[in-house]
């Protein structure tokens, strides 16, 4: 998932399910379909530049972008 951000393939990040270690990497859908909103209004050659990146609690990570 993090390889298919920073190449910007949208059509693997808009069918993240297949990605390897999706499961692990989104819980469930939910949490991840706020992400389509930003990706879609961005612009096709806008790069996602990652501004956090950690774990908290040992067990939940997060990712912040933004593009542009």
Known sequence: MKAA???R??????????LDGASV?????DHY??????LGAAGG???AQTIYE??????LSM???QFG
């Open 5 to 7: 951000l920073a190449g």
């Open 25 to 29: 990497a989104v819980a469930t859908p």
């Open 54 to 59: 950690g774990f908290q609690s040992g067990t």
């Open 33 to 38: 379909y706020p992400f389509m909103y930003p």
């Open 9 to 18: 393939d949208d059509k693997a990040l808009i069918n993240f399910s297949k």
């Open 63 to 65: 990712r912040c972008v």
């Open 45 to 47: 050659g806008e790069r």
